[in-house]
């Protein structure tokens, strides 16, 4: 089993962890010393003061008193630098820490109310954050969460730490994890080979984001603590509070089988792109508390990216319906299914940039695995899904074979007509005559 830091999984605690590692290192100071960073995390009340409430400065010279080993502010320091190194928030592989832009992105949320923006940069984080655990094979942790409990609707909370046991993000590990749910919590621990006390701190953060970020809801008694898909990604109220316990038990249990997304819709090539594409349009996110003038930029850009966005999702739809069956959207770009098969697309516009390019093909990475595993089934039924990318022009040759390995196929604007790679052309191929 993979492990994984379990120090603090409040996602307001870790924009403000986060801002405590910036403070430090535009002070000159070292972030890599666990000493420095865990008085800051302490005083910044990310890291709490032990059982006994006591003046924040009289528990730090207690700490320092001790041999640093024991100096238990350091261990929160060390788990939360490794949070942000799987995180992309940070380097801290040299000498020093060197923050990345995401980090800086993350340090800006400190002390803000929870809204819709942090859930989107905090989804995006974390679904992104890829995790080898020492074993020399990455996978998704956040993903696999969701594709497990996708599979086990109901699942308990301790079982979730499951989704550290996959070795890789591969159909065949997600099988592997999926088929040990059934089996007793002491039998499954006995088969991984992993301790009591293991297998508890592997449970301890990444349910605790999938509620935080409104992926999942509470099914078991009392809103207890089994686990569903919720209808749709960020559905859930993440400012819920805990259902009456007459009101839970006047209602009819739920079904455990996942839900039709509330969001999405049947569509036609002349109507998809078209509604709630404002609001969950993610390409160009708007500063806020900038110069007017920058603001005003920004507004016009995403204006413009959203106008090609919804052009490109028209032409690939209309090209896509030429041998009949049924299109939707939200909040997937595209969903095309006929008979046995699906087609399943994301379209991405770019602004020729190297960072927005890595942007874009990312979040089709993350967005077509993440409606794959849990947000597609209700309407697609059980075909076969094809997952495509669509840029506005080509992406370069890693970036394709990075799609292609998750089984992704690429295709890109040409003029009138489209290109793609061979994994598009298997794919398209009997849609778009130009790939054949």
């Known amino acids: 089993m993979k492990g994984f830091p379990n120090q603090v999984a409040d996602l307001g605690k870790l924009a403000t ?9 535009h002070r000159g100071e070292q972030a890599k010393n666990d000493g420095i960073l865990g008085q800051e995390l302490v005083r910044s009340m990310v890291a709490g003061t032990g059982h006994r409430p006591q003046p924040i400065e009289d528990y730090i010279r207690a700490q320092l008193e001790k041999e640093p080993d024991r100096q238990s502010f350091r261990t929160t320091a060390r788990g939360l630098r490794e949070l942000f190194r799987i995180l992309g928030f940070i380097d801290d592989s040299g000498e020093t820490v060197e923050v990345a832009d995401l980090g800086l992105r993350a340090a800006g949320f400190a002390g803000q109310p ?11 984080a974390i679904q992104n954050m890829s995790h080898d655990g020492g074993d020399g094979e990455p996978s998704h942790p956040y993903q696999v969460l969701l594709k497990l409990i996708a599979r086990k609707p109901g699942i308990a909370k301790p079982k979730c730490a499951l989704a550290l046991a996959a070795r890789n993000d591969s159909p065949e590990e997600l099988a592997r994890i999926v088929a040990l749910v059934n089996q007793p919590e002491a039998r499954i621990r006995s088969i991984l080979g992993v301790s009591k006390s293991n297998w508890a701190n592997a449970v301890k953060v990444l349910p605790k984001f999938a509620e935080q970020l409104g992926d999942v809801v509470r099914s078991g008694p009392l809103g207890g603590y089994q686990y ?179 089984g992704i196929g690429v295709v890109w604007e040409n003029g009138e007509q489209f290109g793609g790679d061979a994994l598009a052309a298997d794919f398209l191929g009997h849609y778009l005559e130009e790939l054949r």
Not at 260 to 275: H, L, M, N, Y
Not at 323 to 329: A, K, P
């Open 17 to 25: 962890a986060m801002q405590c590692v910036v403070s430090i290192v």
């Open 114 to 124: 929870m809204n819709d923006e942090q859930i989107r940069f905090w989804r995006r």
């Open 228 to 406: 569903e898909i919720a209808d749709a990604p960020g559905r859930a109220d993440f400012n819920a509070v805990e259902p009456r316990p007459e009101a839970v038990a006047a209602r009819p249990r739920r079904p455990a089988a996942p839900r039709v997304p509330r969001a999405s819709r049947e569509v036609t090539p002349t109507t998809i792109g078209i509604a709630g594409t404002v609001e969950s349009f993610d390409e160009v996110e708007i500063p806020t508390a900038v110069d007017p003038a920058v603001a005003a930029a920004a507004v016009r850009t995403r204006a413009n990216r959203l106008r090609r966005h919804n052009l490109l999702v028209r032409k690939l739809a209309t090209r896509l319906t030429a041998t009949g069956g049924r299109l939707y959207e939200d909040p997937f770009d595209i969903l095309k299914v006929i008979e046995e098969l699906g087609i399943l697309a994301e379209i991405k516009t770019l602004d020729g940039t190297v960072e927005d390019e890595r942007e874009r093909v990312r979040e089709a990475l993350s967005q077509l695995l993440y409606y794959e595993a849990f947000v597609i089934g209700p309407v697609a039924g059980n075909v076969a899904i094809h997952k495509i990318a669509c840029f506005e022009r080509p992406v370069t040759r890693a970036h394709a074979a990075w799609l292609n390995q998750h």
